[in-house]
């Protein structure tokens, strides 16, 4: 069974396509969207536009976002749109997803930008009722005192700007509540800005991007704000541009041959860290460092604590492979009530099942370089001297460590130390054939 599961992930591994010779822009893939792709202004499909505005998070920090618009369709007398955008951005992705708001932008008699007003804005069903035009992808809490859900925030704060011009709207303060008749208090009942606000920078940004229809060539305010919004776009793709070029930081060997550390513990001199050295101690990547090497699509970043141990806190994105319960016991090959793939010694590991060295890879593969963390660097130690025992190449595997020497504050928005489930795991393996005991 393990052999058949290992066949197909490599045939569908060999039917993935090769990687391009280089990264696309943001430009670039707009740029394809609007032409090859037949989307777009006169296309038979829709207008494909990205949008920068500025993002305000809960401390009231600004960044350069982008937004999208996947939709644009000219009616008689209004624009309908949807733009894509992310809101809250100091909760995991679990939490807050991308929301579409569904927008219907008038074009007024007038053919002046300030007389344009909203004439639908929601995150739902669009004007018709027909169509699910929008998604609420914000956190979405349950009602107290101090928090909102959706549904509040739709019935209390989304009908502040049905029917508001862009005259009315474009000067609003979107840093703390919004100042302005008749606009609730937002935050006195969501406990922060991101939501109330970024919906209304959103809203601000799309009449900029409103004033690039042609509708208002002959408005000169529409005009000078095409201009705005085309160099703020500029600005935009230099910023992703300079972000696409960035390199990635080049991995340092594992050991560090600049660092010294006892080799006995009755020594009164250190010695050089060398090859081989597979301790916390002598690491190149460690709790100084890894934030440079963190989110790499060529690394794994393993945790060899227990599961109940990970649950309780753990570094993000770190998977768990419980070492002392799956991987080795020194009893193991002798003993068969306990599940591990090894018994023996680290440095002269004994097979448990024919198909223990088959299963090792699977968890810690030979192609890919790997971060292997745990208390204390310990248990990362003892793994190592196991892989290198069977053939690892240790130039691809670093001991960063333990979740001990994580504590710092430059780590503390990665830490994930909020225990959302108790665990009381039972470790074993099914289905393996074992290898006699030794008489």
Request: with cysteine; aromatic share 12%.
């Amino acid at each position: 069974m393990l052999k058949r599961m290992l066949v197909c992930l490599m045939c569908a591994l060999l039917l993935m396509p090769a990687a391009h010779a280089a990264e696309l822009s943001l430009g670039d893939v707009n740029d394809f969207l609007n032409g090859t792709a037949k989307l777009g202004e006169g296309s038979k499909a829709n207008q494909v536009a990205v949008i920068p505005f500025n993002h305000i998070d809960g401390p009231k920090e600004e960044d350069l976002f982008y937004a999208f618009v996947p939709f644009k369709y000219v009616a008689r007398s209004y624009i309908k749109y949807q733009v894509t955008f992310i809101s809250c951005t100091c909760r995991s992705a679990d939490v807050n997803v991308w929301s579409t708001a569904y927008l219907e932008l008038t074009t007024p008699s007038s053919g002046k930008l300030d007389d344009a007003a909203i004439r639908t804005i929601s995150f739902d069903a669009d004007s018709t009722g027909h169509y699910l035009g929008g998604f609420w992808g914000d956190s979405n809490p349950p009602p107290t005192a101090a928090t909102a859900t959706y549904e509040r925030f739709k019935a209390e704060w989304l009908p502040f700007y049905t029917g508001k011009t862009y005259a009315e709207l474009k000067a609003l303060n979107t840093i703390d509540d919004i100042t302005a008749e008749g606009a609730p208090d937002v935050d006195t009942w969501t406990g922060a800005t991101v939501s109330s606000n970024n919906v209304l920078r959103i809203i601000q940004a799309m009449f900029a991007y409103h004033a690039t229809d042609s509708f208002f060539d002959a408005d000169p305010d529409a005009v000078a704000l095409r201009e705005v919004f085309a160099a703020r776009q500029t600005v935009a793709a230099s910023a992703a541009a300079a972000a696409g070029t960035t390199a990635q930081a080049e991995l340092p060997p594992p050991v560090d041959t600049t660092k010294t550390y006892l080799a006995n513990k009755d020594d009164t001199q250190e010695t050089f860290c060398e090859p081989g050295n597979f301790g916390p101690t002598c690491s190149a990547i460690n709790n100084t460092n890894l934030r440079e090497y963190l989110g790499r699509t060529d690394v794994m970043y393993i945790d060899l604590r227990d599961y109940a141990d990970y649950a309780k806190k753990h570094l993000r994105n770190f998977e768990c492979v419980p070492y002392f319960a799956l991987i080795f016991n020194a009893e193991a090959c002798n003993d068969a009530s306990l599940p591990q793939l090894y018994g023996g010694t680290v440095d002269a590991p004994i097979p448990v099942y024919v198909e223990s060295d088959e299963l090792l890879e699977a968890l810690f593969p030979k192609n890919k370089v790997i971060f292997l963390m745990c208390q204390s660097g310990g248990r990362v130690n003892q793994l190592m001297k196991l892989l290198n025992a069977r053939g690892w190449d240790m130039s691809k595997v670093y001991n960063i460590g333990g979740m001990a020497q994580y504590a710092g504050a430059e780590y503390r928005d990665i830490v994930t130390d909020t225990p959302e489930i108790a665990i009381n795991a039972t470790y074993s393996f099914d289905g393996l054939t074992r290898i006699a005991p030794a008489q």
